[in-house]
């Protein structure tokens, strides 16, 4: 690690509970020196800063080194500097727990993890465990570690807590979903991690696949990637109807069978999920209706992720074919909790609108007492919550409860970062509980708030 050599302790444990591998004080004996007049002059007035200074080059170092290490690194009140290694994180992981990114200990995944959220005592543990828990059910990936985006990082300075988050992650490229939006790139997985049938199947090229199948070099049938996926999911996903008809009409491909690990999608929620609407329609025909609400291994529907990606046109097409739009998946969300959500590649009002339509309830609560209101409070959608107040019927004491960990939709928008928007939802929500408040309208572009 550039900078720390030889100053590095092993951590592991903290009165018996699992944190960081690494912790140095290094940033604090050079800030201590540097106080007493030896060596460089002060330039940070206190070691908290000159340590947050010195993880930030850390990071970049870390990361400009081509084979970054560090999955996680905060500095604590006093100036000691706690590290993560990718290697360390992902043992915890298979060990069963997960990292609390607030005060960078580990707990078991579920039960401990939802108890230290609701218990913690700093705001900022609660909303970071609370939001990895909330979160793990909505997204594409199956492993038991989330896949974090890894990114700059800077200090995030909290008020009322002694700490500073300064983080990064390694993405596992082993769970890049199927069928990435942009067919032609690779997404982080290199073409040698497939076999070249698949590669085939997701850029479309159907003679490189009838070569293979010729040649007797490759089999459509026994075809997978490591997830189950095979030839047909990565078509479909990608939107190659002529491959999809070869592998079903030619190769004698199942077109209603699922995966074997990547949650028990079938080719329809990989058309769906990415708003390919031939490749749905001619995928229906071939199962016919009955299978228009095949479920996944969490309960999700076609239509559910079609609602979470945006596509109002699929949306509309597997309304057609008699889709259930009130269908709740396992966690008891519905379509508009997806859609409300408006992280989708293709995210609009005109879903939440089309979907309000047709009866799909917005103040539906799920069993983490979320409606959708929560939802696009936790997700930064302004736009969605705008929506939901005044023209979904969201604007009630019902609408704004808090959650089964008593977070109301303002303390989750808070939590995630989008502080104008949990200003003013929590304006709203004192209002309709008739609470004493004083409310200061944001300057300038909303704190991260998504707008349409």
Not at 229 to 243: D, I, T
Not at 376 to 388: C, D, E, I, N, T
Request: aromatic share 6%; glycine share 10%.
């Amino acid at each position: 690690m550039p900078g720390f050599r030889g100053s590095l302790r092993p951590l592991g444990k903290v009165k018996g509970q699992a944190t960081a591998d690494l912790v140095t004080s290094a940033a604090v004996a050079a800030w201590k020196r540097a106080a007493a007049g030896v060596g460089a002059a002060v330039q940070h007035p206190e070691a908290f800063d000159l340590a947050s200074a010195v993880v930030r080059r850390m990071l970049r170092l870390d990361e400009e080194s081509g084979a970054p290490v560090i999955a996680h690194s905060m500095v604590q009140a006093g100036g000691a500097i706690q590290i993560t290694t990718a290697a360390y994180l992902r043992a915890q992981s298979l060990a069963g727990r997960t990292l609390c990114r607030g005060c960078g200990f580990f707990f078991g995944t579920g039960g401990p993890l939802r108890q230290h959220a609701s218990s913690a005592t700093s705001t900022r543990c609660l909303d970071l465990a609370a939001a990895e828990y909330y979160e793990k059910p909505c997204r594409d990936d199956g492993l038991s570690l989330p896949q974090l985006e890894r990114s700059a990082s800077r200090p995030e300075y909290a008020a009322g807590v002694a700490a500073v988050l300064v983080e990064t992650a390694v993405a596992d490229s082993a769970s890049v979903p199927p069928a990435p939006e942009r067919p032609k790139e690779t997404d982080g997985q290199p073409h040698g991690q497939l076999e070249a049938g698949i590669v085939a199947a997701r850029d479309g090229e159907l003679h490189i696949m009838q070569q293979l199948v010729s040649e007797c070099r490759w089999d459509p049938l026994a075809a997978a990637d490591h997830h189950g996926n095979g030839p047909l999911h990565w078509a479909a996903g990608s939107g190659h109807l002529a491959v999809c008809r070869w592998l079903v009409e030619e190769c004698g491909l199942d077109p209603g069978k699922t995966n074997a690990k990547h949650h028990g999608r079938s080719a329809l929620h990989w058309a769906a999920r990415n708003g390919h609407e031939a490749t749905c329609q001619w995928l229906l025909q071939r199962v016919g209706n009955s299978h228009v609400d095949v479920e996944t291994d969490g309960g999700d529907t076609p239509l559910m992720l079609a609602a979470w990606q945006g596509h109002v046109g699929v949306c509309r097409l597997l309304a057609l074919a008699r889709a259930d739009v009130h269908h709740l998946n396992s966690w008891g969300c519905n379509a508009m909790h997806k859609a409300a959500r408006m992280d989708g590649s293709s995210s609009s009002l005109e879903m939440l609108k089309f979907l309000h339509e047709r009866g799909c309830d917005p103040q539906l609560v799920n069993c983490n007492g979320h409606n959708a209101l929560h939802k696009a409070a936790q997700h930064g959608s302004s736009a969605a919550v705008s929506w939901l107040f005044d023209e979904a019927g969201c604007r009630t004491r019902l609408a704004v409860t808090l959650d089964r960990d008593r977070n109301s939709p303002s303390a989750l928008a808070y939590a995630a970062g989008y502080r104008g928007l949990a200003s003013e939802m929590r304006h709203v929500e004192d209002v309709l509980w008739l609470a004493p408040a004083l409310f200061h309208p944001p300057s300038g572009k909303e704190d991260g708030a998504r707008t349409p």
